[in-house]
């Protein structure tokens, strides 16, 4: 079931670093559009991704659990203030690191691409 984190990391990744897709030769205007359908369902792909993360962290911690759960805050932003308790804290931490979401967005892309490998 790794593949499935490795898969959503490239898939967050796609979207997270979709303002800088068209700069790849050849594939850019293709993964743009891609990235741009995929946004539609950015909070259910980061709510599925932060899930999978916790899931997959009980067995031991990995570059790919930390990795997606990372981008599934970013990408599940919009809705992380109606988690009772601590959904404030969560969405500070959200759009800290979305200030950095295309740099999130190569790394969760390399690390999919090194999980399926």
């Given amino acids: 079931m790794g593949w499935l984190l490795s898969v ?6 796609l979207i997270l670093a979709m303002g800088i897709l ?9 993964l743009e559009k891609l990235a741009k359908w995929l946004g539609r369902f950015q909070t259910i792909i980061g709510v599925v991704m932060i899930i999978l993360a ?11 659990e930390i990795v997606a759960l990372i981008a599934g805050l970013i990408l599940a932003m ?10 404030k804290s969560l969405e500070k931490l959200a759009k800290w ?3 950095f979401q295309t740099i999130i967005g190569i790394i969760a892309i390399i690390a999919g691409i090194i999980g399926l490998l």
């Fill in 8 to 13: 959503l990391n490239i898939i967050a990744g």
């Fill in 22 to 30: 068209t700069s790849i030769p050849a594939l850019g205007k293709s």
């Fill in 54 to 64: 916790i899931w997959f962290m009980v067995n031991g911690i990995d570059l790919q």
């Fill in 78 to 87: 919009g809705i992380l203030p109606s988690i009772p308790a601590f959904g």
């Fill in 97 to 99: 690191l979305g200030r």
